[in-house]
């Protein structure tokens, strides 16, 4: 089995609202027909998450209107699966990708998860080597984001190779759920309610971390609202 990611972009013909619930309907179910795919989350920058747009981060190229994750047989034939994203996108990013879920967020098919995912698409520092910011992620800055946030699931993916044309040269992408209140309080989000000097060192302690081994220039985040169509 393989996971591809698709960072979708909409097509001027859809308005948000449309392009998330053809994303949602036909085009989900049209993925689902293919014998190839194997389970299905679907990521949308829809209304449940405008809340976060305080906490969008964009440095190299669009942010995604969807992202589409998918465990497949094969991504041998991954052409067959743009297609059915082309009608209804102006910009398919496409990204064979490892997975490693450390924290699992609760999910139930066709139910939105709770809260707000947060998508970093990463790339490393300058001065490292691909294999020290590998080092750097894996063993010890996962820690850190888990003790340091409140958040409930947490996969890191490393990027195997692009797919699509427009795929960007990302090393890494992230996924991290987040409670709703997250998405507008810092306090919420670094774990640190009512205490300000908790929030103080949270924060720090995550900065500092992320900074040993991201290029914060070439970073895209943003949040989105998560659904399971087949697990």
């Known amino acids: 089995m393989e996971k591809i990611i698709y960072l979708l972009k909409a097509d001027e013909n859809f308005q948000q609202p449309a392009f998330c619930e053809v994303v ?5 179910e049209d993925l689902l ?18 809340r976060a747009e ?11 209107d969807a992202m589409i994750s998918l465990w497949v047989k094969s991504a041998n034939d991954h052409q067959a699966l743009e297609a059915l ?7 398919i990013e496409g990204y064979l990708v490892t997975e490693s879920e450390i924290l699992s967020a609760p999910s139930e098919e066709r139910q939105r998860t ?32 888990v003790a340091t946030q409140s958040t409930f699931g947490y996969r890191q993916h490393i990027v195997v190779r692009k797919l699509t044309e427009d795929s960007l040269n990302y ?14 309080s810092p306090h919420a989000f670094f774990d640190a309610i009512d205490d300000d000097r908790k929030l103080a060192k949270n924060r720090n302690a995550m900065v500092e971390s ?17 659904y399971t169509i087949k697990d």
């Open 54 to 64: 305080g906490l969008k981060q964009q440095h190299c190229g669009p942010l995604p």
């Open 33 to 50: 027909k293919q014998d190839n795919v194997l389970s299905l989350r679907v990521s949308l920058n829809d209304a449940d998450v405008a």
């Open 210 to 226: 992320c900074a040993r081994f991201i290029d914060f220039n070439r970073m895209n985040c943003i949040h989105l609202s998560e």
């Open 24 to 28: 949602l309907g036909l085009l989900s």
């Open 171 to 184: 090393i890494a992408i992230v996924e991290e759920h987040f409670p709703t209140d997250a998405m507008d």
């Open 85 to 91: 994203m082309k009608p209804y996108s102006s910009r």
């Open 114 to 145: 709770p809260g707000s995912m947060q998508l970093c698409c990463l790339n490393k520092r300058g001065d490292l080597s691909d294999e020290e910011f590998l080092s750097i992620w894996k063993d010890s800055h996962g820690a850190v984001a």
